[in-house]
């Protein structure tokens, strides 16, 4: 494993979390759903989880309520593995929630309830709490910068991982409903990238964050192939300006394509039976930020990731189906002998 000398901690994610209730019923309209399984997310949380379950030292940046439903999010991210001590409690807030239905291959009825959540309250002062030189990584949400407070606490733990040299990785987690304007988060994610190292993004995700035409925000249609084309062409532009040193661009069942100081790696995905994509791409980032921390090449970090987030898809649930160490190599042995 690669070392940062100084670090005891491998990552700190940060960002929102969520109580989930997944639908136990494959398949079931929303409305004929009887029982729910009770878990942990939100994005930069679920990345938490997923890289401790990989073997790194987790710390989630992230706020909770004075509530019950902050207290099983609390457990469960320590029965984890995943270190909370940083995690403070908003007085007044409740903890957000979310629920799921599971109706594969490509519908995932998704509901928040994140009126007025305590992640969005995370201040400046919480996270000079964080101990930041001895972290080896941040893992920052796209979203983290929409409401609240949160965006000046994110922008900070992004500027000191600057001034100490470490890596700062950005998950462009795009949430429209989050956002007072369809424009808004390409205006917030352009002014942020120049403090981050390593971007991820779905292509409609960087199109969004990098385009001055908003509309993509709102209209969830995949890009044409003109617009595919000048995408590639502006993310690779990113690289060689300098503004990130690496992009990571996921385009779904094809794989994925990584620019990284003049270089491209164009990798492919694998061919699997969806049952649910809820989490796949935050398994795929852990997936990343794990081979990287451990000295793997861009290679070898978005085969890895590719096989999480494969291996993500085909089970039911979320945190819970996130893949250890142990999963992936037996799943990408198995692709090798097909």
């Known amino acids: 494993m690669t070392k940062t000398p100084g670090a005891t901690w491998d990552l700190v994610t940060v960002g929102r979390v969520n109580m989930d209730l997944i639908a136990r019923e494959i398949g079931a309209e929303f409305a004929d759903v009887s029982s729910f399984d009770a878990t942990v997310g939100g994005s930069p949380t679920n990345i938490a989880i997923a890289t401790a379950r990989l073997g790194l030292r987790t710390i989630a940046f992230t706020a909770v309520g004075e509530d019950r439903v902050g207290d099983f999010v609390l457990?469960?991210?320590?029965?984890?593995?995943?270190?909370?001590?940083?995690?403070?409690?908003?007085?007044?807030?409740?903890?957000?929630?979310?629920?799921?239905?599971?109706?594969?291959?490509?519908?995932?009825?998704?509901?928040?309830?994140?009126?007025?959540?305590?992640?969005?309250?995370?201040t400046v002062t919480d996270a000079q709490q964080l101990p930041?030189?001895?972290?080896?990584?941040?893992?920052?949400?796209?979203?983290?910068?929409?409401?609240?407070?949160?965006?000046d606490a994110a922008l900070a733990c992004a500027e000191h991982a600057e001034r100490l040299g470490r890596?700062?990785?950005?998950?462009?987690?795009?949430r429209p409903t989050d956002w007072s304007d369809p424009g808004a988060f390409g205006l917030r994610m352009r002014s942020v990238l120049p403090l981050v190292d390593v971007a991820i993004g779905t292509e409609e995700e960087f199109h969004a964050a990098l385009a001055e035409d908003p509309d993509i925000v709102t209209g969830g249609e995949p890009l044409p192939d003109a617009s595919l084309e000048a995408l590639d062409e502006r993310v690779s532009s990113l690289v060689s300006a300098g503004t990130v040193a690496t992009v990571v661009l996921k385009r779904g069942p094809e794989g994925v394509t990584v620019f990284d100081e003049g270089e491209r790696y164009d990798v492919p995905g694998f061919g699997v039976e969806v049952v649910n994509t809820v989490g796949a791409g935050d398994a795929f980032a852990s997936?990343?930020?794990?081979?990287?921390?451990?000295g793997g090449d861009w290679p070898d970090a978005a085969r890895f990731a590719n096989a999480c987030g494969a291996i993500q898809v085909t089970r039911h649930g979320c945190a819970v189906a996130f893949p250890t160490e142990h999963d992936v190599r037996t799943f990408l042995e198995e692709q090798e002998q097909r």
């Open 75 to 122: 457990r469960y991210l320590r029965d984890e593995g995943v270190e909370t001590s940083y995690i403070p409690r908003k007085s007044g807030k409740l903890t957000s929630l979310a629920l799921l239905g599971v109706q594969p291959p490509d519908e995932f009825p998704l509901s928040f309830y994140r009126e007025d959540p305590a992640d969005i309250h995370l």
């Open 132 to 151: 930041c030189a001895g972290i080896a990584a941040q893992m920052l949400s796209g979203n983290a910068f929409s409401r609240g407070s949160c965006a």
């Open 167 to 174: 890596t700062v990785y950005l998950d462009l987690d795009l």
């Open 287 to 294: 997936g990343l930020v794990r081979t990287r921390t451990r």
